[in-house]
T-cell receptor, first 111, second 114 residues
Framework: QKEVEQNSGPLSVPEGAIASLNCTYSDRGSQSFFWYRQYSGKSPELIMSIYSNGDKEDGRFTAQLNKASQYVSLLIRDSQPSDSATYLCAVREGGYQKVTFGIGTKLQVIP | DGGITQSPKYLFRKEGQNVTLSCEQNLNHDAMYWYRQDPGQGLRLIYYSQIVNDFQKGDIAEGYSVSREKKESFPLTVTSAQKNPTAFYLC?????????????FGPGTRLTVL
């Protein structure tokens, strides 16, 4: 059973701070890693995808991947109240169509 | 206006009834997926389809059925055999044979059993 683990939170950070969201996965054959943001009652929207070890930056968001440690994280700099949402980590094994999702971490940015 | 549409947004079902959830996409994506989301749980895969007239069971296919007669459409039927169907249902699609393997989601259908 492939697993993707996330702390459900809530993670509370003050406005302007850095929010750090973490995710671990069980399958060493995993090739593709995704972070989705989901507002309450809405569908997930893609924030970042990452495929190789290291950091990938897009605006205020940075995804970090460490395949040796089976760990992927998302950093949100200068957090805004509008970033308050649930962040889903998703992992796909190479060559497979299926993507496994974590339960999501709820982020609360306090004004 | 490209995207994935799901209908209805809200659906109420009586015990013992079958209901069908619609999913349509005009993104020319080959692969389509159905997920179920329950409070406190991640998305769980029900069925997926890579090409027309072909589909595979996901992790929780029991009590559900699908068809893929057209590339644009992937309807999901929730049958009376599904014991606890109240959930948020999400349809997604993904292009095949490209460098990206990102799934894009529709707005979802919230199903409630009365």
């Amino acid at each position: 059973q492939k697993e993707v683990e996330q702390n459900s939170g809530p993670l509370s950070v003050p406005e302007g701070a850095i929010a750090s969201l973490n995710c671990t996965y069980s399958d060493r054959g995993s090739q593709s890693f995704f972070w989705y943001r989901q507002y309450s009652g809405k569908s997930p929207e893609l924030i970042m995808s990452i495929y190789s070890n290291g950091d990938k930056e897009d605006g205020r968001f940075t995804a970090q991947l460490n395949k040796a440690s089976q760990y992927v994280s998302l950093l949100i700099r200068d957090s805004q109240p509008s970033d308050s949402a649930t962040y889903l980590c998703a992992v796909r094994e190479g060559g497979y169509q299926k993507v496994t999702f974590g339960i999501g971490t709820k982020l609360q940015v306090i004004p | 206006d490209g995207g994935i549409t799901q209908s209805p947004k809200y659906l109420f079902r009586k015990e013992g009834q079958n209901v069908t959830l619609s999913c349509e996409q005009n993104l020319n994506h080959d692969a389509m997926y159905w997920y179920r989301q329950d409070p406190g749980q991640g998305l769980r895969l029900i069925y997926y389809s890579q090409i027309v007239n072909d589909f595979q069971k996901g992790d929780i296919a029991e009590g559900y059925s699908v068809s893929r007669e057209k590339k644009e459409s992937f309807p999901l039927t929730v049958t009376s055999a599904q014991k606890n169907p109240t959930a948020f249902y999400l349809c997604a699609s993904r292009p095949q044979g490209t460098s990206t393997d990102t799934q894009y989601f529709g707005p979802g259908t919230r199903l409630t059993v009365l």
